[in-house]
């Protein structure tokens, strides 16, 4: 990583991201160990800080997020995948993941951290209704390949 100004924080060359991302001979492993260390170590460098004038809104604690969490996984899961391919991979990455899901995440109406402008705040959850019992079978028995206890999990 190379280093913008004395000042701030170093940056990444153009030359270390495209030997990353265009690493078509080394086995198909993950180069982030999680989805944390690909949003500090790569996502922040692809994608500014809001601006008051923007509208768009960012929370630092964004892994208290549910939806955030999901998204951003799902970024990192993508970009992991994509970089393989030095044709299109990334535009597909940016085109299809990264775009959409930064637009629904920095929504500072509808999105996971609209409440968050001045610091992190917790999402109200959606109102529910009592189910009555019995109006939905269970369909876990119904599925071939095994779920996740937890519907939130990463692996």
């Known amino acids: 990583m190379t280093a913008a100004h004395p000042d701030q924080e170093p940056d990444e060359s153009a030359e270390d991201i495209r030997r990353d991302e265009e690493s078509v001979g080394r086995p198909a492993e993950l180069f982030y160990p999680n989805v944390a260390e690909f949003v500090t170590d790569r996502l922040i460098h692809f994608i500014p800080r809001p601006t008051p004038e923007s509208g768009l809104v960012w929370?630092?604690?964004?892994?208290?997020?549910?939806?955030?969490?999901?998204r951003l996984d799902s970024v990192w899961r993508a970009w992991e995948n994509l970089r393989f391919d030095?044709?299109?991979?990334?535009?597909?990455?940016?085109t299809h993941y990264v775009d959409p899901h930064m637009r629904a995440l920095m929504d500072p109406v509808a999105g996971p951290?609209?409440?968050?402008?001045?610091?992190h705040r917790p999402h109200e959850l959606l109102p529910v209704d009592p189910i009555p019992d019995q109006l939905f079978d269970d369909q876990r028995d119904?599925?071939?390949?095994?779920?996740?206890?937890?519907?939130?999990a990463l692996d």
């Open 59 to 70: 929370c630092s604690s964004w892994f208290r997020h549910a939806q955030a969490l999901s």
């Open 86 to 94: 030095p044709a299109l991979g990334m535009a597909n990455w940016w």
């Open 113 to 119: 951290f609209a409440r968050c402008a001045d610091g």
């Open 142 to 152: 119904k599925w071939t390949w095994p779920l996740a206890d937890d519907p939130l």
